[in-house]
Nanobody, 123 residues
Framework: VQLQASGGGLVQAGGSLTLSCAAS????????MGWFRQAPGKEREFVAT????????NYADSVKGRFTISRDNAKNTVYLQMNSLKLEDTAVYLC?????????????????WGRGTLVTVSS
């Protein structure tokens, strides 16, 4: 599985941005998908996950109520809608495919990683 994230950019605090992650391969719907982020000098952290069918999602407490993960299996794409962005949301955002169809929030559950897209939130 190859993953390509896009949609990052510069946005003011309080603004919105939608990230996309396109996956190759015909088995996309077999995998749970996740978004993670890594800020400079910090460890990679979980942001959101969605199960194979899109019906189950889970979020980090820091983004709950502001971010929404979704997927379109017909397009082999997973999305992350980010609203009410804060300065602390600045990071490289990476999408990943898990080795399970069930939503997963731990890094070790993910077998495939994309290169990431940079989100910068300014004041």
């Amino acid at each position: 599985v190859q993953l390509q994230a896009s949609g990052g950019g510069l946005v003011q605090a309080g603004g919105s941005l939608t990230l996309s992650c396109a996956a190759s391969g015909r088995t996309f719907k077999s995998y749970a998908m996740g978004w993670f982020r890594q800020a400079p000098g910090k460890e990679r952290e979980f942001v959101a996950t969605v199960n194979w069918g899109g019906g189950t999602t889970n979020y980090a407490d820091s983004v709950k109520g502001r971010f929404t993960i979704s997927r379109d299996n017909a397009k082999n794409t997973v999305y992350l809608q980010m609203n009410s962005l804060k300065l602390e949301d600045t990071a490289v955002y990476l999408c990943a495919a898990a080795g399970t169809p069930y939503a997963a929030s731990t890094l070790r559950a993910y077998d495939y990683w994309g290169r990431g897209t940079l989100v910068t939130v300014s004041s």
